[in-house]
């Protein structure tokens, strides 16, 4: 299983930026997929997940990011993404992948720095 995140980078407050995550070693179309996030003193924290299944499976976003942040996920490419807009200071941290198959994986993380 491999998963890798990209995308990240310094922004601006009220920015936006895409990231992805390409999986592999697995059938991707048959797992929820995850985003979390760590900010530096801080306990990683869930920030999204989509359902296995089609493009538009099912999805959950943390309250802290709803309505500014979307996941969704390309099973033909086996990548999935978290477009995120209106970005805010409190958004900086490195942004991990993970998917659970009977233990968790995760990829390497990818930095969001949101500053002026």
């Known amino acids: 299983v491999q998963l890798v995140e990209s995308g990240g980078g310094l922004v601006q407050p009220g920015g936006s930026l895409r990231l992805s995550c390409a999986a592999s070693g697995f059938t991707f179309s048959s797992y929820a997929m995850r985003w979390y996030r760590q900010a530096p003193g801080k306990e990683r924290e869930l920030v999204a997940v989509?359902?296995?299944?089609?493009?538009?499976?099912?999805?959950y976003h943390a309250d802290s990011v709803k309505g500014r942040f979307t996941i969704s996920r390309d099973n033909g490419k086996n990548t999935v993404y978290l477009q995120m807009n209106s970005l805010k200071p409190d958004d900086t941290a490195v942004y991990y992948c993970?998917?659970?198959?009977?233990?968790?994986?995760w990829g390497q993380g990818t930095q969001v720095t949101v500053s002026s």
């Open positions: 989509i359902s296995s299944g089609g493009s538009g499976g099912s999805t």
């Open positions: 993970n998917v659970v198959l009977i233990v968790n994986y």
